[in-house]
């Protein structure tokens, strides 16, 4: 149980381009949903909180113009990098969390988006 | 802020060797987690602790939270190559959803 999905799991794209992440929680329903990124060799960096059907909370130094985060669902949320410059390649990585009960604070992880921008 | 950091860095050994890592934080955190990730995917969730001074054993891994929550560790007894990878601590909120997230301990198991 608590399967994370995220799709694409590579992406490459032009600069000044976007491009849309999706990250699906298989089988349960997600009330929260964390977006991370990751540089090589490095622990995870928190970017984003989401919560179904509410505006996402950024982290401090994260640009929210930037990153487009929708969380249309118990089961979706989306991250979109707009006008995406070589800076932004990185590893995205989300997280859901809600499975319930006393351990609705534990968090799971999709298997990660590696974006490169050329 | 919160800091979590996880000592060492990087680990190199042997098959068959034991090892520690080491999770520390002048705060206090009201759950533990431990992560393993592999190049290229997602963290995998190894445990959760949630009370001080709990200790929890998942085969050859034994993980401890401290008396006083704020600190935590992991000792793998005998190592597989299967073993390799970045480990990761996680600490929870009382007030948030959020997890902090520990510097990461690169492990190398050498057959």
């Known amino acids: 149980g608590a399967v994370v999905s995220q799709h694409p799991s590579w992406v490459i794209c032009k600069s000044g381009t976007s491009v849309k992440i999706e990250c699906r929680s298989l089988?349960?329903?997600?009330?929260?949903m964390f977006w991370y990124r990751q540089f090589p060799k490095q622990s995870l960096m928190l970017m984003a909180t989401?919560?179904?059907?509410?505006?996402?909370?950024?982290e401090q130094g994260v640009e929210k113009d930037k990153f487009l985060i929708n969380h249309a669902s118990l089961t979706l949320s989306t991250l979109t990098v707009t006008s995406a410059h070589p800076e932004d390649s990185s590893f995205y990585i989300c997280?859901?969390?809600?499975?319930?009960?006393?351990?609705?604070?534990?968090?799971?992880f999709g298997p990660g988006t590696r974006l490169t921008v050329t | 802020t919160q800091l979590l950091k996880q000592s060492p860095q990087f680990l190199s050994i042997q098959e068959g060797e034991n090892l520690t890592v080491y999770c520390n934080s002048s705060?206090?955190?009201?759950?533990l987690q431990w992560y393993r990730q592999e190049p290229g995917e997602g963290p995998v969730l190894l445990v959760t602790?949630?009370?001080?001074?709990e200790v929890k054993k998942l085969k050859r891994l034994t993980f401890q939270f401290g008396d006083a929550r704020k600190d935590s560790s992991l000792h793998i007894t005998a190592a597989q190559p299967g073993d390799t990878g970045l480990y990761l601590c996680?600490?929870?909120?009382?007030?948030?959803?959020?997890?902090?997230f520990g510097t990461g301990t690169r492990l190398q198991v050498f057959p």
């Open positions: 089988d349960f329903q997600a009330t929260t």
């Open positions: 996680a600490g929870g909120s009382y007030n948030t959803d959020k997890l902090i």
């Open positions: 989401s919560n179904e059907g509410s505006k996402a909370t950024y």
């Open positions: 705060s206090v955190f009201s759950s």
């Open positions: 602790v949630v009370t001080g001074g």
């Open positions: 997280s859901a969390s809600g499975v319930g009960g006393a351990r609705s604070y534990e968090q799971y």
